[in-house]
C-alpha cells in the first residue's frame, strides 16, 4: 500500500498545524527532511516528541516530530507526524515537501479507513468517532463517546460468538451421533438465538431515542395565523430571529431553529398560520407547515387564550390527532377566556411559563429519561443492520421443521448481517461511503 500524507489539522492559521504521514515509508521520508543533533547517530525512538529543522526549499520550520511504529499508531501502519506553526501556507508547503519525496495525498477519511481494514476499529467505531467530532450536544457527544469506544462492536460480537459457538456443538452432535442427543442440541441453538433476539430488540428499541440524541427533537409549532407562533419560537431561542406583526398571515416559510436544552437539542420550527387562503404564496407555506406537521417529533398547537377556540382551531386539531401535542395557551397576559385542563399557559410576550413548554418537551418525548449508561442506536445503518438480523432470527425461530441445514443456512444470515455493523462484512462500496465522508487528514 501506498505512503500517503495530509494536513490533518483544519485548515487556516492557529497555533499548531499537524502534518501526518503513514506508510511503510514515513519513516524515510520524515527523517531525509528533518534535521535534529540527538538524531545524528541514533535511531529515532517511537513515540519520542523530537525537536528539530523540517527543511523546505527557502526557509527552515521548527517543529516537532513523532513517530508511532507500526502496529502501535493510528493507522496500524508507521505513521510520522510534524507539529509545526499553524500556518495554513506553511503546511502546505511541508506538505508539499513530503509529497516530493514520493507520499501520495491521502483522500478524505483515508488514515481512518487503513485503521478500519488493519483491524485498529470496527466501522462502527470509526462513525462514531466522526459523530463524536461533529457533536453539537452533551447528549450527542455521551452517546457517541459510548459507540466510540467500541460499545456496539463489543456487544454485536458477544452476539455472533454465541450463535456461532451453539452451530459448532450442533455440528459436532451431528458428525458424532454416539455422544450427544441433536435435540438437545437443537434446543441449545434455540435458546441462544431467542437470547440474542431479546438483546438485539432492546438495542433496536433503543434507535427512537437515539436519533433523537443526534439530531436533536424536532418540534413544530403549529396554530392558526396571528396566535403567536413567532412570538414564541422568539422566545423559546432567547433571540429576536422571526419577524412578528399583527398582520395575519405574516410567517409565509417554515424557519428552524435550533436551542440546547439539558444537553439535548431541540429544533423548533416556526410554521406559517394554517387557514384556507388564495394567496398562492401563503398556500404553498401552509403546505410546508403541513408537512413539518408529519415529520416532526411533537407539536406545540398553539392557542390565543384570551379567545374560545374558533372553526379554524378546530380544523387544525383534527389535523394533529394522530401526533403528539402540548397545547400551549399563549398570551396568558391577556384576560383568560380559553379554559382547556391539559393547556400549558403561557406568554411569549413576558416570558411566562416558556421554560415549562421545554419541561414537558422532554418529558412527553421521554427524553427526560436518558440513561447515558445505556447504548443507544443513534446510526440508521446500524438499525437496519439490527433489523434485518432480527427478522432473519425470527424467520428461523418460526420455522416448523428445524433442520440443521436451515440453522446452518440462516444462522450464516445473521451473522452476516451483524457483521455489516462492525464492517466485518460490509461490502467495500459501503466501506468507501462511509470514509469518504470523513474530513480531510482524518
Ligand atoms: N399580549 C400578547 N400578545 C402577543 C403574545 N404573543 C404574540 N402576541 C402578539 O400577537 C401578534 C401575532 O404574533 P405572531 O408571533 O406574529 O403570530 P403568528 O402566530 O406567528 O402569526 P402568523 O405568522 O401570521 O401565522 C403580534 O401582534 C404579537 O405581538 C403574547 O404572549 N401576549
Ligand atoms: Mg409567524
Known sequence: MST?????????????????IS??????????????????????????LYLGDFELDDATEKCMMVYFKAPYSFTGEDVVEFQIHGGEYLAAKVLDKILEKGAVLA??????????????????????????????????????????????????????????????????????????????SIDDVKTVLTNALDRLQKLQDTFSEGEKIRFGIDVAIVGKPNVGKSSLLNALIGEDRAIVTNIKGTTRDTLKETINYQGLKINFIDTAGIRD????????????????????????????????????????????????????????????????????????????????????????TRMDKIDYSQLYITNKRHYE???????????VLEEKIFTTDIIDMQIKKIWQKLGEITGETANEAIIDEIFSKFCLGK
Open 23 to 48: 506508510g511503510e515509508s514515513a519513516l524515510e521520508i520524515g527523517r531525509s527532511l528533518f534535521y535534529c543533533k540527538k538524531l545524528q547517530n541514533s535511531d529515532i525512538l517511537p513515540r519520542m
Open 277 to 364: 387562503s388564495d394567496d398562492a404564496v401563503e398556500k404553498i407555506g401552509v403546505q410546508k407547515s403541513i408537512q413539518s406537521i408529519e415529520e416532526s417529533d411533537i407539536i406545540l398547537f398553539v392557542l390565543d387564550s384570551s379567545e374560545d377556540m374558533d372553526k379554524e382551531d378546530k380544523e387544525l386539531e383534527k389535523l394533529l390527532k394522530d401526533k403528539k401535542v402540548i397545547y400551549v395557551l399563549n398570551k396568558s397576559d391577556k384576560k383568560n377566556k380559553l379554559q382547556l385542563p391539559n393547556g400549558l399557559y403561557v406568554s411569549a410576550m413576558n416570558g411566562e411559563n416558556i421554560e415549562k413548554i421545554l419541561d414537558e418537551i422532554l418529558k412527553r
Open 4 to 20: 500517503i500524507a495530509q494536513i490533518s489539522t483544519p485548515l487556516g492559521s492557529g497555533g499548531i498545524a499537524i502534518v501526518r
Open 107 to 184: 483522500e478524505n477519511g483515508e488514515f481512518s479507513k487503513r485503521a478500519f481494514l488493519n483491524g485498529k476499529m470496527s466501522l462502527d467505531e470509526a462513525e462514531a468517532t466522526i459523530d463524536m467530532i461533529m457533536s453539537t450536544s452533551d447528549a450527542q457527544l455521551k452517546a457517541s463517546s459510548k459507540l466510540a469506544h467500541g460499545n456496539l462492536y463489543k456487544t454485536v460480537k458477544e452476539i455472533q460468538d454465541n450463535i456461532k459457538d451453539s452451530l459448532a456443538s450442533l455440528e459436532v452432535t451431528l458428525d458424532y451421533p454416539e455422544h450427544d442427543d441433536e435435540q438437545t
Open 385 to 395: 443492520a439490527l433489523k434485518s438480523a432480527i427478522n432473519s432470527i425470527k424467520q
